[in-house]
């Protein structure tokens, strides 16, 4: 065998994939400290199965796989191959190369493979167990392992030997008999426990087995009569069902009669409802309807007067406006005259002017006589000129007379307009604040409208919600009187049970009918004892017939019931006197020590209830009982009791103190004592409660009868008040219409006589401009005329003084210039007033202008109001004639109304008669019912009798009848009853019990006889695997002695040494010395030897094992460390004797003279940070160049 290749990738340091090739001979791998040379030696341990983080340098297994570094990522599996040439089969395998694979990922995965198959590390070590190879072989030796040998005790040397002799199988064989010794001893001394008990129930259970058969050849012809007569009153129960059938056929037709007549009639009772409900949603429309149809009417009749008199208003708008046109027109006209008689006057002033200006001319240039006559035809001119003035003055003075007079009577209708104006304004804020109180009246009726509306359609809605929900409770209501009716017959049927005290033996039956007689019957058990639902049925298992027996409070009450019953030949019964009973009491200890155990219930006289008198009762007869809640827990709890307890289960599966099971079930559910006491129980608070439920929805029916009526009577209520409300609101709205149709007058008024007051305003401002004018003229032509007459006197005097003297002329010059001056003056006058009447007559033409297109206006809207005026009255009658159908409407639903609600009542009668009719029903339905119920239960009763005692149907028991006669089988059953109590409470059990324990104890002694056989052999074993380990381990040690004492002359070039046995007695736990004596020195202890020849005497007892025990390859690890130069060129060359056809060498050294010997050399080197990388090197070439 060979050593191949060793191939890593991602093992620690080796992040790429390395292989490494080993040739014959010593291969050397070196490299600096820290470069991953050991990581080489650690995957080779790591792919042959070592499993301690540790031994590699790790604190946990993931550390093996490549952590990455600075410029590599972390790696996330680990994987190392070996390869092996197996051709001479030196592993036992069939392969001749074997490759072994191991792979390791980071989330903790690992994978074994051999030749790419998966396998176990299990398969991994046994192919290198006793094979010299291996992880924990000497194949590995490194620096730590020769220490150990130098440094250890005399018995951990003992394990070298023990390596190269091969024991490792021997010495794990032993191991595995011990342990099997160990259990075959452990289950010898627990079947000799089992046995010795078993012995001990032997006897006492052959006794009642026994007793037991004979009670069983009796109870088989009882159980025969008692079968007959149970099938005999079935039958007669069955024929009377039949009859009874017939009745609650008949009964339940009624009943579903009346019932779908009452639904019908409910039916038919909703649908008049809803339709009411209908006719009361179409008669609030209605309302509605008229209510915005008598709005609109308003509203029409309100815009109709408003049109006619906005019409009227612009009919007396358009005469004040062509009044107050012809007044401008007229204006105009005066103004036009005025402008051309000022502009005449202008002209005569003009000329007049002229022809003083020629006469002053003339003055200057001729003579007196010609000045003279000059002035005489100027003071003609001056004469005429003033009779025009003075004709002028006339006209100015009687226009100022027609101004003063237009303004009087302007005036006049100022100050009436202006007092019509003011109380029309008095009245208009009046009407405003009435219009804002009715406006205020009308908001708040209208809010109260809403508010009536809204809280009447809540409340018809609440009707709604109310009718359905008492339909809903007055039907739970029927139903749950079903109930309670139902209920009620399943109690009577129990008490009738009760009062017959069925299910109970004759005996005890016969004296609890006449527990009158017994003042110390406290009552049977079964009456005693308050067992939760849930432990009903396991309770009812345990106790059996002890359900029935008789508590009573002596024994004197019990010996009066005993004698009562021979006196009277009724039958048996047991009787439980208090002042008699044996106190029993569980095992609290044990009881303790079981609490932890799952699916442990409790202790049964624990978890059932009773009286505190009778508590002592309840401990005498299930204080050594235990519930669990299955049987797999059961058999648990039972064995870790070692069966001092009864097991019950809470399906009645049964294990009793002896180890007995008793369990299975029938096919039809049995009601014991216990389980009818319960029903009847249940049945009793479920009709408490079903009555509370009644009572409750008998409340809520008539409280939501209460408040269907009080609704009904409030939504009439609602419905008048609406009534009155929407009354009022349709007279608050008429108010407010016809006081907005006034407020609107006076509006008008208001407008129109502002609109005068204004007129007159602007007229007056106009007569004072005109008589501000008309003074202006007067005065002008008063002045002129008195300038016309000074002139002409002045003229006169020049006259005269030209007659006088005609040296005056220059005086006459000069007063010609002063007359000219005034009269220039007078005619700059007088174009200012043509340019005032000028502007007048502007604007005269504007206002009329204005006023004619006021009139146009004033008749397109006189038009479009006569128009609205006549859309409104055909729309009016439109509605009129829509009111007066919706009113008819209203009227028919009305009478609809009144019609459906004397149906309503009809049909509410109706409903009444058929629910009397119906409960009626249902009580003859519940009485039969009830009838039916108790035959039904009588014949149950049967059934479960038969099921439960005898396991068969009724089918089967009619197979296996009597033929005797009732009387005579009454009779026969009370011998046999008699029989059977005289015999009295038996174990049947015991009888299967006996044969159990029997054949239990035969199984048992056969097992103690196969136990004590393999003790002996296992002994015998280990005896044997003793001899082969001392005979190995003796023979393997000579070996190592005699090739330790050769090889250490060898290694220390003289010297001697050898192996000494510390117990050579007892070669099975013996120690080794090493006794050395190097060259030169004496013989002394490994201890005294100086570091490097314990070194040195260390590695020599590695080489004397490998020459004892040879094997394919050695991985020496640093081994030389700790030797000197000398010693190293030693332990090289000795390595090189081998040559090519002994052991390959893999040495991890730093010393040259190892180097210097090897064959190849791998360096390892690490380039990059953390990632090592190998370069090998053959020195055979190299020493051959």
Same mark, same amino acid.
């Given at each position: 065998?060979?050593l191949?290749?060793l191939?890593?990738?991602?093992?620690?340091?080796? &992040?790429?994939?390395?292989?490494?090739?080993?040739?014959?001979?010593m291969?050397?791998?070196?490299?600096?400290?820290? $470069?991953?040379?050991?990581?080489?030696?650690?995957?080779?341990?790591?792919?042959?199965?070592?499993?301690?983080?540790?031994?590699?340098?790790?604190?946990?297994?993931?550390?093996?796989?490549?952590?990455?570094?600075?410029?590599?990522?972390?790696?996330?599996?680990?994987?190392?191959?070996?390869?092996?040439?197996?051709?001479?089969h030196?592993?036992?395998?069939?392969?001749?190369?074997?490759?072994?694979?191991? @792979?390791?990922?980071?989330?903790?995965?690992s994978?074994?493979?051999?030749?790419?198959?998966?396998?176990?590390?299990?398969?991994?070590?046994?192919?290198?167990?006793?094979?010299?190879?291996?992880?924990?072989?000497?194949?590995?030796?490194? %620096?730590?392992?020769?220490?150990?040998?130098?440094?250890?005790?005399?018995?951990?040397?003992?394990? *070298?030997?023990?390596?190269?002799?091969?024991?490792?199988?021997?010495?794990?064989?032993?191991?595995?008999?011990?342990?099997?010794?160990?259990?075959?001893?452990?289950?010898?001394? @627990?079947?000799?426990?089992?046995?010795?008990?078993?012995?001990?129930?032997?006897?006492?259970?052959?006794?009642?087995?026994?007793?037991?058969?004979?009670?069983?050849?009796?109870?088989?012809?009882f159980?025969?009569?008692?079968?007959?007569?149970?099938?005999?009153?079935? #039958?007669?129960?069955?024929?009377?069902l039949?009859?009874?059938?017939?009745?609650?056929?008949?009964?339940?037709?009624?009943?579903?009669?009346?019932?779908?007549?009452?639904?019908?009639?409910?039916?038919?009772?909703n649908?008049?409802?809803?339709q009411?409900?209908?006719?009361?949603?179409?008669k609030?429309?209605l309302?509605?309807?008229?209510?915005?149809?008598?709005?609109?009417i308003?509203?029409?009749?309100?815009?109709?007067?408003?049109?006619?008199?906005?019409?009227?208003?612009?009919?007396?708008?358009?005469?004040? !406006?062509?009044?107050?046109?012809?007044?401008?027109?007229?204006?105009?006209?005066?103004?036009?005259?005025?402008?051309?008689?000022?502009?005449?006057?202008?002209?005569?002033q003009?000329?007049l002017i002229?022809?003083?200006?020629?006469?002053?001319?003339?003055?200057?240039?001729?003579?007196?006589e010609?000045h003279?006559?000059?002035?005489?035809?100027?003071?003609?001119?001056?004469?005429?000129?003033?009779?025009?003035?003075?004709?002028?003055?006339?006209?100015?003075?009687?226009?100022?007379?027609?101004?003063?007079?237009?303004?009087?009577?302007?005036?006049?209708?100022?100050?009436?307009?202006?007092?019509?104006?003011?109380?029309?304004?008095?009245?208009?804020?009046?009407?405003?604040? +009435?219009?804002?109180?009715?406006?205020?009246?009308?908001? %708040?009726?209208?809010?109260?409208?809403?508010?009536?509306?809204?809280?009447?359609?809540?409340?018809q809605? +609440?009707?709604?919600?109310?009718?359905?929900?008492?339909?809903?409770?007055?039907?739970q209501?029927?139903?749950?009187?079903?109930?309670?009716?139902?209920?009620?017959?399943?109690?009577?049927?129990?008490?009738?049970l009760?009062?017959?005290?069925?299910?109970?033996?004759?005996g005890?039956?016969?004296?609890?009918q006449?527990?009158q007689?017994?003042?110390?019957?406290?009552?049977?058990?079964?009456?005693?004892?308050?067992?939760?639902?849930?432990?009903?049925?396991?309770?009812e298992?345990?106790?059996?017939?002890?359900?029935?027996?008789? *508590?009573?409070d002596?024994?004197?009450?019990?010996k009066?019931?005993?004698?009562?019953?021979? &006196?009277? @030949?009724?039958?048996?019964?047991?009787?439980?006197?208090?002042?008699?009973?044996?106190?029993?009491?569980?095992?609290?200890?044990?009881?303790?020590?079981?609490?932890?155990?799952t699916?442990?219930?409790?202790?049964?006289?624990?978890?059932?209830?009773?009286?505190?008198?009778?508590?002592? /009762?309840?401990?005498?007869?299930?204080?050594?009982?235990?519930?669990?809640?299955?049987?797999?827990?059961?058999?648990?709890?039972?064995?870790?009791?070692?069966?001092?307890?009864?097991? *019950?289960?809470?399906?009645?599966?049964?294990?009793?103190?002896?180890?007995?099971?008793?369990?299975?079930?029938?096919?039809q559910?049995?009601?014991?004592?216990?389980?009818?006491?319960?029903?009847?129980?249940?049945v009793? #608070?479920?009709?408490?409660?079903?009555?509370?439920?009644?009572?409750?929805?008998?409340?809520?029916?008539?409280?939501?009868?209460?408040?269907?009526?009080?609704?009904?009577?409030?939504?009439?209520?609602?419905?008048?008040?609406? $009534? #009155?409300?929407?009354?009022?609101?349709?007279?608050?709205?008429?108010?407010?219409?016809?006081?907005?149709?006034?407020?609107?007058?006076?509006?008008?008024?208001?407008?129109?006589?502002a609109?005068?007051?204004?007129?007159?305003?602007?007229?007056?401002?106009?007569?004072?401009?005109?008589?501000?004018?008309?003074? %202006?003229?007067?005065?002008? !032509?008063?002045?002129?005329?008195?300038?016309?007459?000074?002139?002409?006197?002045?003229?006169?005097?020049?006259?005269?003084?030209?007659?006088?003297?005609?040296?005056s002329?220059?005086?006459?010059?000069?007063?010609?210039?002063?007359?000219?001056? *005034?009269?220039?003056?007078?005619?700059?006058?007088?174009?200012?007033?043509?340019?005032?009447?000028?502007d007048? /007559?502007?604007?005269?033409?504007?206002? !009329?202008?204005?006023?004619?297109?006021?009139?146009?206006s004033?008749?397109?809207?006189? #038009?479009?109001?006569?128009?609205?005026?006549k859309?409104?009255?055909?729309?009016?009658?439109?509605?009129?004639?829509?009111?007066?159908?919706?009113?008819?409407?209203?009227?028919?639903?009305?009478?609809?109304?009144? $019609?459906?609600?004397?149906?309503?009542?009809s049909?509410?009668?109706?409903?009444? +008669?058929?629910?009397?009719l119906?409960?009626?029903?249902?009580?003859?339905?519940?009485?039969?019912?009830?009838?039916?119920?108790?035959?039904?239960?009588?014949?149950?009763?049967?059934?479960?009798?038969?099921?439960?005692?005898? &396991?068969?149907?009724?089918?089967?028991?009619?197979?296996?009848?009597?033929?005797?006669?009732?009387?005579?089988?009454?009779?026969?059953?009370?011998?046999?009853? +008699?029989?059977?109590?005289?015999?009295?409470?038996?174990?049947?059990?015991?009888?299967?019990?006996?044969?159990?324990?029997?054949?239990?104890?035969?199984f048992?002694?056969?097992?103690?006889?196969?136990?004590?056989?393999? %003790?002996?052999?296992?002994?015998?074993?280990?005896?044997?695997?003793?001899?082969?380990?001392?005979?190995?381990?003796?023979?393997?040690?000579?070996?190592?002695?005699t090739?330790?004492?050769?090889?250490?002359?060898?290694?220390?070039g003289?010297?001697?040494?050898?192996?000494v046995?510390?117990?050579?007695?007892?070669?099975?736990?013996?120690?080794?010395?090493?006794?050395?004596?190097?060259?030169?020195?004496?013989?002394?202890?490994? $201890?005294?030897?100086?570091?490097g020849? @314990?070194?040195?005497?260390?590695?020599?007892?590695?080489?004397?094992?490998?020459?004892v025990?040879?094997?394919?390859?050695?991985?020496?690890?640093?081994?030389?460390?700790?030797?000197?130069?000398?010693?190293?060129?030693?332990?090289?060359?000795?390595?090189?004797?081998?040559?090519?056809?002994?052991?390959?060498?893999?040495?991890?050294?730093?010393?040259?003279?190892t180097?210097?010997?090897?064959?190849?050399?791998?360096?390892?080197?690490?380039?990059?940070?953390?990632?090592?990388?190998?370069?090998?090197?053959?020195?055979?070439?190299v020493?051959?160049?």
């Amino acid at each position: 065998m060979r050593l191949i290749s060793l191939e890593l990738n991602g093992f620690k340091s080796f &992040a790429q994939k390395t292989k490494i090739e080993f040739m014959a001979g010593m291969t050397g791998i070196v490299g600096p400290n820290g $470069s991953g040379k050991s990581n080489i030696i650690e995957a080779i341990r790591w792919v042959m199965g070592e499993q301690s983080a540790k031994d590699l340098r790790g604190g946990k297994m993931a550390d093996v796989i490549f952590a990455g570094s600075a410029t590599r990522k972390p790696l996330n599996r680990a994987e190392v191959s070996i390869t092996f040439d197996n051709q001479d089969h030196y592993l036992a395998s069939d392969y001749t190369e074997i490759k072994i694979t191991r @792979r390791l990922y980071r989330n903790g995965d690992s994978q074994y493979l051999i030749n790419g198959n998966d396998c176990r590390l299990k398969d991994v070590l046994d192919l290198f167990m006793d094979s010299g190879l291996g992880r924990e072989s000497f194949s590995i030796i490194s %620096q730590g392992r020769v220490e150990a040998i130098f440094n250890g005790k005399p018995e951990d040397r003992r394990a *070298v030997i023990e390596e190269v002799a091969g024991v490792a199988k021997y010495k794990k064989n032993k191991d595995t008999a011990e342990k099997r010794l160990g259990e075959t001893n452990d289950n010898l001394h @627990r079947v000799n426990d089992i046995i010795t008990e078993l012995e001990t129930q032997m006897e006492p259970l052959a006794q009642q087995s026994a007793l037991a058969k004979d009670y069983q050849e009796q109870k088989q012809r009882f159980d025969q009569l008692d079968k007959t007569k149970t099938v005999l009153d079935i #039958e007669k129960n069955q024929q009377q069902l039949q009859e009874i059938d017939h009745r609650l056929t008949n009964a339940k037709k009624l009943s579903v009669k009346y019932d779908q007549q009452t639904d019908q009639a409910n039916q038919e009772l909703n649908q008049l409802k809803q339709q009411q409900n209908r006719l009361s949603v179409t008669k609030d429309k209605l309302q509605n309807d008229l209510l915005i149809q008598t709005k609109q009417i308003a509203d029409l009749t309100n815009t109709k007067s408003i049109s006619a008199e906005r019409t009227n208003h612009e009919k007396a708008n358009l005469e004040q !406006i062509k009044n107050r046109l012809a007044q401008v027109k007229q204006q105009l006209k005066d103004n036009q005259e005025k402008l051309i008689e000022r502009k005449a006057k202008r002209d005569d002033q003009a000329k007049l002017i002229k022809t003083n200006q020629a006469a002053l001319s003339q003055l200057k240039q001729m003579s007196v006589e010609e000045h003279q006559q000059q002035l005489t035809k100027q003071i003609e001119d001056l004469q005429a000129t003033q009779v025009d003035k003075m004709q002028e003055l006339t006209t100015v003075h009687n226009q100022k007379t027609y101004l003063l007079h237009n303004h009087e009577q302007g005036q006049k209708r100022q100050t009436q307009a202006g007092i019509e104006l003011n109380t029309s304004q008095q009245k208009l804020s009046q009407l405003n604040q +009435r219009q804002d109180q009715l406006k205020i009246e009308l908001e %708040q009726q209208q809010s109260l409208v809403t508010d009536t509306t809204t809280q009447l359609n809540q409340e018809q809605t +609440r009707r709604k919600q109310l009718q359905t929900q008492y339909e809903r409770q007055q039907k739970q209501w029927y139903q749950s009187l079903g109930q309670v009716q139902t209920i009620q017959a399943r109690i009577n049927s129990y008490k009738s049970l009760e009062a017959d005290y069925a299910g109970f033996y004759q005996g005890v039956r016969f004296v609890l009918q006449h527990r009158q007689q017994f003042p110390g019957l406290l009552g049977p058990v079964s009456e005693l004892l308050n067992a939760p639902s849930r432990y009903t049925t396991a309770v009812e298992t345990v106790l059996g017939a002890q359900l029935q027996n008789l *508590v009573v409070d002596n024994q004197q009450s019990g010996k009066k019931i005993i004698n009562f019953l021979v &006196a009277n @030949r009724a039958g048996r019964a047991t009787i439980l006197p208090l002042d008699a009973l044996a106190h029993r009491s569980g095992n609290q200890s044990l009881l303790q020590q079981l609490s932890h155990l799952t699916g442990l219930e409790g202790l049964a006289s624990e978890l059932v209830k009773t009286d505190q008198n009778y508590q002592f /009762i309840l401990d005498y007869l299930l204080s050594n009982t235990l519930i669990a809640d299955n049987l797999d827990h059961a058999t648990i709890i039972a064995k870790q009791s070692q069966h001092r307890f009864r097991v *019950v289960t809470l399906d009645g599966q049964l294990i009793n103190a002896s180890g007995a099971m008793t369990g299975g079930a029938n096919k039809q559910q049995r009601q014991g004592l216990l389980a009818r006491q319960q029903a009847q129980q249940d049945v009793s #608070e479920q009709l408490k409660t079903e009555q509370a439920k009644v009572a409750e929805l008998e409340a809520a029916v008539g409280k939501f009868d209460a408040a269907i009526k009080a609704n009904n009577q409030l939504i009439e209520q609602l419905q008048t008040k609406l $009534s #009155e409300q929407q009354s009022e609101l349709q007279t608050v709205a008429g108010k407010a219409t016809l006081l907005q149709n006034e407020q609107k007058v006076a509006q008008r008024q208001v407008s129109a006589l502002a609109f005068e007051v204004k007129q007159q305003t602007s007229e007056h401002t106009t007569f004072e401009q005109q008589l501000q004018e008309n003074e %202006q003229q007067d005065q002008q !032509i008063a002045s002129t005329i008195e300038n016309l007459k000074d002139q002409i006197a002045q003229s006169k005097i020049e006259v005269q003084a030209l007659q006088e003297n005609a040296s005056s002329q220059t005086s006459q010059i000069h007063d010609k210039e002063q007359w000219l001056a *005034v009269a220039n003056e007078q005619l700059r006058q007088q174009n200012g007033q043509i340019a005032t009447l000028n502007d007048a /007559i502007k604007t005269n033409n504007q206002s !009329i202008e204005q006023l004619t297109e006021q009139t146009n206006s004033t008749i397109t809207n006189q #038009e479009n109001q006569q128009q609205q005026g006549k859309q409104a009255g055909a729309q009016l009658a439109d509605l009129q004639q829509a009111q007066a159908q919706t009113n008819q409407q209203l009227s028919q639903t009305n009478e609809s109304l009144t $019609s459906l609600s004397g149906q309503i009542e009809s049909a509410n009668t109706q409903q009444e +008669r058929l629910q009397e009719l119906q409960r009626a029903a249902l009580d003859e339905l519940n009485e039969v019912n009830a009838r039916h119920v108790r035959l039904e239960s009588s014949i149950d009763q049967g059934m479960n009798r038969l099921a439960e005692r005898y &396991a068969m149907t009724l089918a089967e028991a009619k197979q296996d009848l009597s033929d005797l006669a009732p009387a005579e089988i009454n009779a026969q059953l009370k011998l046999l009853k +008699r029989g059977l109590d005289e015999i009295g409470t038996v174990n049947l059990g015991s009888i299967e019990e006996y044969e159990r324990v029997s054949t239990r104890y035969t199984f048992l002694h056969d097992q103690q006889t196969d136990l004590l056989g393999s %003790q002996q052999q296992l002994n015998e074993t280990m005896q044997e695997m003793d001899q082969e380990v001392k005979t190995r381990f003796e023979a393997s040690f000579q070996q190592v002695a005699t090739a330790f004492a050769k090889i250490f002359v060898e290694m220390f070039g003289g010297g001697q040494a050898k192996l000494v046995l510390t117990k050579p007695d007892d070669l099975l736990t013996t120690g080794i010395d090493i006794i050395a004596q190097p060259p030169g020195k004496k013989n002394q202890q490994m $201890s005294l030897l100086s570091g490097g020849e @314990r070194a040195l005497t260390a590695i020599t007892l590695l080489f004397s094992i490998l020459a004892v025990r040879p094997v394919p390859f050695a991985i020496l690890d640093e081994t030389e460390a700790a030797l000197d130069e000398a010693n190293v060129n030693r332990f090289a060359r000795y390595l090189s004797t081998y040559g090519d056809d002994g052991p390959q060498f893999i040495v991890v050294t730093h010393r040259k003279g190892t180097m210097m010997n090897a064959k190849v050399l791998y360096g390892v080197t690490m380039q990059e940070s953390g990632v090592s990388k190998m370069v090998s090197v053959s020195l055979e070439d190299v020493r051959v160049s």
